[in-house]
């Protein structure tokens, strides 16, 4: 592993691709360039984003005024409820912190990052995207179909999801499960890339653990990824097989088990977890090195908690069924692994608190993202313990504490985490730079409504309300007053919160039309991206610039150095 | 009451969410400990995070960042002793949630007073009575739809069951929650000790009625139950099958 890598790509002429295809917008459907499917991974997930943000809007404003005519929706039904907040769950999970985190941010990094010209396989990488194209169509199709969309919960659980005679959405629900199925096929093929392309394309120097963290935590997730889907993807054709043929693999009257479905779809929901968190960490830990000009603290020990929170993630997934009627005895193996996996996830936080000691750290709208990430999803681990002790479980499972402590593990992932990205990178995707006072006025009229929405629902939780229940009014100890503010006040914020994302908006509009040219490397940073020009041009470097490492990519503020960087290609001096 | 028994009642204390039964207090308890552990922990990594961003601010003084790579042992120990601590405190949240666990989902205490069965349906929760000789399946069944009435102080057994869909039987104020899933009888146990009123909540997605799927617990005095049971005894002592269970709205 610490031999140099061989090197497939490395000064051939680049010339087959793209240069002999189809012209004009063709030119961009068909395009095999990494960097290209990055943007189109990108738009596409930020435009489902604004679908999952609609959707989260409709159903808030029914929570907080039952039976009101929605602005720009009209009345909520309790079908009309329930498929929303399914479908919401679905989108911002696998149409928008996949697509953004994992496939935008993996093809861009990747290639750039290790020193190539492209993936390994860019035909299979075209083909990735266009299934995942195909998918989002399926998916925004199951939601007008007759009948209307799937309601049965992103989590699908047979027989509701199996037979259209409960579920009432014939078409709705098989489209679902096609929609997901396409895209978990998408995501293979973009992982064999990303694997592929780590191992046998790093530039002539680069070692393992020359490789920046962001590119080995998105390729541990890969792995994550294509070792759990196979079992749900085994059980989403089952499912199928189920609605549309009358199988009756998770119906209990043939013979059939509804909690086979529940471990099948488990034991990749919970790797999928991480399979998002990690790209996100992996992209905080970059900014945090940057913008505190340090280096990692324990790069080995990052990757090595990686590595062993990946390979726990594969044994906690009955936690999210210790009340399913499993056996009993079941949830103390369960509870024990999932408390453990809290060890390798805290270590991670210290590592990343003790970068910044002793740094020279720079506020700016990147690294404010970054910070934002650590400091909010510690909420989410801590209040994860809770939920990981059987005991305490049998009282918050299904209820609001559940859905605000995953919200405060997946909003600083798909959101904090894609922002800190999108700012980071923003120059070297787009050649511009951003203005960091909207930047800012962005990230604080983000982080502090998003605190407001869920901090509340913790006490909502707390109270005993369930999820997934359109109007709490016919429960008397849940239609206090009280409550009934909170739902309110949470709403609200979400409102503030879904008007700042204009001021986002703007600023990419206002950046695109006149910001100042970046040049390579703004931020001073080490990796190889910061080494071409911004954008990078087809092929990435030109032929015969190709870089060579000659370090690690956190060699910042090294004494006796007059630059606080050192980046990777840079030749040693002579006399050292 | 002691000092570790009023953490129990946090909760009820602040006017959240009531002790309705033997074994709320004991969640309650878990809950708090939790909250007091992970506290502890989360206040000092929060705390330590912002003092590093104040104290390490680049100034404009030129000061340069420090070269640490954290492979020597001097500053590893920051990271290895932290967590080895979080594994302890890991090891006493196991413990203390497991004896949670097993006194209300792994023993199941004997020689309950009642034995009612409790099934889930689109959109409707069924509820049958053990009636006054206190057994299941006798002519003297009391069969209700959306109403459960219990008697305080009483030990409780219930089988659970679903005739469609999965459901999930769910009062707050008791701390109980299960699935109940098609096909299968899951038994377990509660000990109601307040009186009233109380939710009984759908807390498992269940197709276009969940959100109406809502029921009441009746927790009644001795001499109110024995007259609700009197009231509602079915006057012909018919073998209770399927058929005769009243079908839901």
């Given at each position: 592993m610490v031999e140099p890598a061989v090197d497939?790509?490395?000064?051939?002429?680049?010339?087959?691709?793209?240069?002999h295809g189809p012209q004009g917008w063709l030119k961009y459907l068909w395009s095999t360039d990494h960097k290209v499917i990055a943007m189109q991974y990108m738009f596409t997930g930020m435009f489902m984003a604004m679908v999952g943000g609609f959707m989260a809007y409709v159903f808030r404003m029914q929570l907080a005024f039952p039976g009101m005519n929605v602005p720009g929706f009209g009345m909520v039904s309790m079908g009309e409820y329930n498929a929303l907040v399914t479908n919401h769950g679905t989108i911002m999970i696998f149409w928008v912190a996949m697509p953004v985190l994992l496939a935008a941010f993996g093809n861009f990094l990747i290639p750039l990052m290790v020193g190539?010209?492209?993936?390994?396989f860019p035909k299979i990488n075209r083909l990735s995207f266009q299934v995942f194209f195909v998918s989002t169509i399926v998916i925004l199709a199951s939601l007008v179909v007759e009948g209307g969309g799937?309601?049965?919960?992103?989590?699908?659980?047979?027989p509701l999801s199996a037979n259209e005679t409960y579920n009432l959405t014939p078409l709705g629900s098989t489209l679902w499960v096609i929609g997901v199925g396409l895209e978990f096929v998408a995501f293979l093929l973009g992982g064999i890339n990303f694997i592929t392309t780590l191992m046998?394309?790093?530039?002539?120097?680069?070692r393992a653990f020359d490789v920046p963290l962001v590119v080995w935590m998105i390729v541990v997730a890969s792995i994550l990824f294509m070792l759990s889907v196979g079992p749900l993807l085994a059980g989403a054709i089952m499912l199928i097989f189920d609605q549309?043929?009358?199988?009756?693999?998770?119906?209990p009257a043939t013979?059939?088990?509804?909690i086979l479905w529940q471990h099948l779809f488990w034991f990749f929901g919970h790797p999928e977890v991480y399979v998002v968190l990690l790209p996100a960490m992996g992209v905080v830990i970059e900014i945090i090195a940057t913008f505190a000009r340090k280096k990692v603290f324990g790069y080995r020990i990052v990757i090595f908690t990686v590595v062993a929170t990946g390979v726990l993630s594969?044994?906690?997934?009955a936690h999210h069924q210790f009340?399913?009627?499993?056996?009993?005895?079941?949830a103390n193996i369960f509870t024990i692994t999932t408390l453990l996996i809290s060890v390798p996830i805290a270590e991670l936080c210290f590592v990343y608190i003790a970068t910044l000691y002793g740094g020279s750290i720079r506020l700016t709208t990147p690294m404010l993202w970054a910070l934002a990430f650590v400091a909010e999803f510690l909420i989410g681990g801590v209040t994860g313990i809770f939920l990981g002790a059987a005991g305490a479980d049998i009282y918050f499972h299904d209820t609001y504490f559940v859905l605000a402590h995953f919200h405060y593990t997946f909003f600083p992932i798909a959101i904090i985490g894609t922002y800190a990205a999108f700012t980071y990178w923003f120059p070297k995707m787009f050649g511009k730079m951003m203005d960091d006072r909207l930047g800012k006025w962005h990230f604080w009229l983000t982080i502090i409504p998003f605190n407001m929405i869920f901090i509340p629902l913790f006490v909502l939780g707390m109270g005993g309300q369930h999820r997934?229940?359109?109007?709490?009014?016919?429960f008397s100890e849940l239609a206090r007053d009280g409550f009934q503010d909170i739902r309110v006040f949470a709403t609200v914020s979400l409102l503030i919160m879904l008007l700042a994302q204009l001021i986002f908006f703007y600023n990419c509009w206002k950046t695109w039309r006149s910001g100042p040219k970046a040049g390579k490397n703004p931020w001073k940073a080490?990796?190889?991206?910061?080494?071409?020009?911004?954008?990078?041009?087809h092929g990435n470097w030109h032929p015969d610039e190709m870089p060579v490492v000659h370090r690690g990519?956190?060699?910042?503020?090294?004494?006796?150095?007059?630059?606080?960087y050192w980046p990777q290609n840079e030749p040693p001096r002579r006399d050292s | 009451m002691g000092f570790l028994e009023r953490l129990g009642h946090f909760f009820d204390d602040i006017g959240l969410i009531r002790i309705g039964s033997s074994y709320a207090a004991d969640i309650d308890f878990l809950i708090v400990l939790v909250t007091l552990v992970v506290g502890v922990w989360f206040v000092a990594a929060e705390l330590i995070f912002v003092y590093f961003i104040m104290k390490f601010r680049?100034?404009?003084?030129g000061r340069r960042a420090d070269y640490i790579d954290g492979k020597n042992k001097r500053h590893k120990k920051w990271i290895t002793y932290p967590h080895l601590a979080v594994l302890v405190f890991d090891v006493l949240i196991i413990v203390v949630s497991f004896n949670v666990w097993h006194k209300i989902k792994l023993d199941l205490p004997e020689n309950p007073d009642c034995v009612i069965r409790v099934t889930g349906q689109q959109w409707a929760w069924i509820f049958q009575h053990c009636g006054?000789?206190?057994?299941?399946?006798?002519?003297?069944d009391i069969y209700t739809v959306d109403e459960l009435h219990v008697e305080n102080d009483k030990l409780y057994h219930f089988k659970l069951e679903a005739k469609d869909v999965l459901h999930s039987f769910s009062v707050p104020v008791w701390r109980i929650k299960q699935d109940a899933i098609p096909g299968r009888s899951i038994t377990g146990w509660f000990q109601p000790t307040l009186t009233g009123e109380f939710d009984v909540q759908c807390?498992?997605?269940?197709?276009?009625?969940h959100t109406v799927m809502q029921g009441t617990a009746f927790v009644e005095t001795a001499e109110e139950h024995a007259a609700w049971v009197a009231a509602n005894t079915p006057a012909e002592a018919a073998t209770p099958t399927?058929?005769?269970t009243p079908s839901a709205r």
């Open positions: 497939l790509t490395h000064g051939h002429p680049h010339d087959d691709h793209e240069h190539t010209d492209d993936m390994v799937f309601a049965g919960a992103w989590t699908a659980y047979p046998n394309s790093r530039a002539p120097g680069m549309t043929i009358g199988t009756g693999f998770f119906n013979g059939g088990d509804p594969f044994f906690v997934w009340i399913a009627g499993i056996d009993p005895r079941m997934r229940i359109s109007n709490y009014s016919g080490n990796s190889l991206e910061w080494t071409t020009e911004s954008p990078p041009p990519p956190y060699e910042f503020s090294v004494p006796g150095r007059e630059d606080d | 680049d100034k404009g003084d006054a000789d206190g057994e299941l399946d006798t002519a003297d807390a498992e997605i269940c197709g276009f009625g399927a058929d005769n």
